[in-house]
Structure formats: C-alpha cells, structure tokens
C-alpha cells in the first residue's frame, strides 16, 4: 500500500509539527521548507494567523516547520 506525504509525516511529528499551504501560523516567527539535498531551504516570517504558503519548486507538497533562526 502506498504511503501519502502526510502519512510520511505523521511518523515525524514527534520532531514538531509540520504546516501545510494555507494553515495559519500558530505563533509569530520565522518557518523553514526543506526542499530536499539539490534545492536551499526556503525561510519566511510569519505573524501569528497569516497563511502559510506554497514553496517555488514544491507547490501544494510544502510542508513548513518552525524554527528558532531570525531571519
């Protein structure tokens, strides 16, 4: 059976939770995408409720964590 991002993630949770386009932020700062080892992760800040959103070269498949980096 093949697994989904989201089942994929779900195993990872313990790490921290993960944000999909359109979430809103949970808190105000800075939320990083790794875009896997060929793409830089991509960095944005966030206030608290604004909407998460879609990665250039991931599209609907971002997923953002938080981080402790000020960017």
């Not at 790490?15 to 896997?36: E, H, I, M, Q, W």
Request: hydrophobic share 30%; charged share 25%.
């Amino acid at each position: 059976m093949p697994q989904g991002v989201d089942d994929i993630l779900d195993r990872y949770r313990r790490y921290g939770p993960a944000f999909k386009p359109g979430d809103k932020a949970p808190v105000s700062g800075t939320y990083v995408c790794d875009r896997g080892t060929m793409l830089p992760p991509v960095r944005v800040q966030l206030t608290k409720g604004e909407p998460f959103p879609e990665a250039d070269g991931v599209g609907p498949h971002t997923r953002w964590r938080e981080t402790n980096i000020q960017a």
